[in-house]
T-cell receptor, first 113, second 113 residues
Framework: NAGVTQTPKFRVLKTGQSMTLLCAQDMNHEYMYWYRQDPGMGLRLIHYSVGEGTTAKGEVPDGYNVSRLKKQNFLLGLESAAPSQTSVYFC????????????FGQGTRLTVV | KQEVTQIPAALSVPEGENLVLNCSFTDSAIYNLQWFRQDPGKGLTSLLLIQSSQREQTSGRLNASLDKSSGRSTLYIAASQPGDSATYLCAVVVSNTGNQFYFGTGTSLTVIP
């Protein structure tokens, strides 16, 4: 059981480049989330999805877009990367946001130079 | 907005000691509280999930308590071991914004052999 898998694990981008982070879960979870983790600030929600074909903004959505075309996959896109987007990105999923535990991926460490 | 605070930010104890990690939150209208463990460079691993109607949860040497009315949770670790060294994060799901986990910034625990 793979759980939540993030691809890639590391990436270095130049300012202005674009990229897509992939999150895949094999637990048939409805709810999926993208967080970023920065020193001293904890984890902050970027975007989330409550089911296939749905997406919604979180706390810090600017500069990011997402898509959930398949239930098992949640993609996070950076259209024009900026140094402020240097961070560690985590994907999470859960079957029930009120009653069930959340499962996290291993993270993607992104550096924008 | 829900604010989650974890004190202390860092803790160092000798092996075998019992210890308590603290988590406080400002909005008591929560659905649940979850404790996570994060090892350096890794993702988050769920340790314990406490529903708002529960007072505590136990798993092995770990015991988490919840006092919703006072906005506090504690994670008790018995007979600490060097393998317990990690950062411990708490997160809450709030009733009126149930799609988001609000995270504390964590307590970095070092258990000295």
């Amino acid at each position: 059981n793979a759980g939540v898998t993030q691809t890639p694990k590391f990436r270095v981008l130049k300012t202005g480049q674009s990229m897509t982070l992939l999150c895949a879960q094999d637990m048939n979870h409805e709810y999926m989330y993208w967080y970023r983790q920065d020193p001293g600030m904890g984890l902050r929600l970027i975007h989330y999805s409550v089911g296939e074909g749905t997406t919604a903004k979180g706390e810090v959505p600017d500069g990011y877009n997402v898509s959930r075309l398949k239930k098992q996959n949640f993609l996070l896109g950076l259209e024009s990367a900026a140094p402020s987007q240097t961070s560690v990105y985590f994907c999470a999923s859960t079957t029930d946001r009120f009653r069930a535990e959340a499962f996290f991926g291993q993270g993607t460490r992104l550096t924008v130079v | 907005k829900q604010e989650v605070t974890q004190i202390p930010a860092a803790l160092s104890v000798p092996e075998g000691e019992n210890l308590v990690l603290n988590c406080s939150f400002t909005d008591s209208a929560i659905y649940n509280l979850q404790w996570f463990r994060q090892d350096p460079g890794k993702g988050l691993t769920s340790l314990l999930l406490i529903q708002s109607s529960q007072r505590e949860q136990t798993s092995g040497r770990l015991n988490a308590s919840l006092d919703k009315s006072s906005g506090r949770s504690t994670l008790y670790i018995a007979a600490s071991q060097p393998g317990d060294s990690a950062t411990y994060l708490c997160a809450v799901v709030v009733s009126n914004t149930g799609n988001q986990f609000y995270f504390g910034t964590g307590t970095s625990l070092t258990v000295i052999p």
